[in-house]
């Protein structure tokens, strides 16, 4: 399989990013849905960082690092996407009385652990987050999530190891069912 790290000097953007798109956007949108937790939102990130990549693939220092490039983008965007949800829900809340909504059931105990899981990455610290979701759901390696957050190697080590502790902590109780 040819990669863009393989590519000769002459491919377009079209050209590179056409096989960046192939090989990596279901794992950059399973990221984003990490960090959104809504696949449509996610789909609409993974898209427009595609694009902003392609519209400035002329002026990328090293396009060599044009995936890096792109799961930074990913992480930003995502984070802009929570800001404005936020916003949304803010002045939502302001307009609408709050209504109790009815719980729906789940369909398997899987389903629910899995919510679990997800709504206790929610409540870390959003960089613990986005670098346990970097490490344990894209599997990158520190030098990767450094390079894509923006942070030091060690920086990647302590968020790792403060979420990890506070998952435990969140998901005692469920670690516990499991033995």
Known sequence: MTTVTDRPPAWTADEALELLYAAHWRRLVRLSVLLVRDQGVAEEVVQDAFVA???R???LRDPERALAYLRQSVVNRSRSA???RAVVER???RRTPAVDEPGSDQATLATDRRETVLDALRALPQRQREVLALRYYLDLSEGEISDTLG???GAVKSHASRGV???RSLLGS???EDQ
């Open 91 to 93: 002045h939502a809340a």
């Open 165 to 167: 502790a506070a998952l």
């Open 82 to 84: 929570l800001r404005h």
């Open 57 to 59: 693939w002329g002026r």
């Open 151 to 153: 942070i030091s190697r």
């Open 53 to 55: 990549v392609h519209g």
């Open 174 to 176: 469920l670690l516990e």
